[in-house]
């Protein structure tokens, strides 16, 4: 019988970088965002929770296209979450 979960685990070790980026960008962008002494709105975080899957989709392959893996995998994701204009 074949693993279900097979598909779903080899994606998560291929992209789990790139997410783990994503969340550190974006708590970097809160962290900001809070020090400058400005609000966090909802409708704001609604907008980057919208906007962290095509960042997601777009860092994924620019990691693949320039051939990344690990610790830059990382970054990538880090800084497309980092400086989103929203």
């Known amino acids: 019988m074949a693993n279900p979960v097979g598909p779903l685990e080899s994606w998560i ?3 789990g970088a790139i ?3 994503l969340g550190i960008g974006t708590a970097a962008k809160y962290g900001l965002t ?3 002494g400005c609000k966090l709105i909802w409708t704001r ?3 980057d929770l919208l906007l962290l899957g095509m960042l997601g989709v777009i860092a994924i392959n620019m990691a693949v296209w320039c ?3 690990g610790n ?3 970054l990538v ?3 497309s ?4 204009t929203a």
């Open 77 to 79: 994701g880090a800084l």
């Open 67 to 69: 051939n990344l893996t």
């Open 19 to 21: 997410i783990a980026g």
């Open 45 to 47: 975080v609604m907008i």
């Open 72 to 74: 830059p995998r990382v």
């Open 13 to 15: 070790l291929r992209n």
């Open 81 to 84: 979450a980092y400086f989103r």
């Open 34 to 36: 809070l020090t400058e």
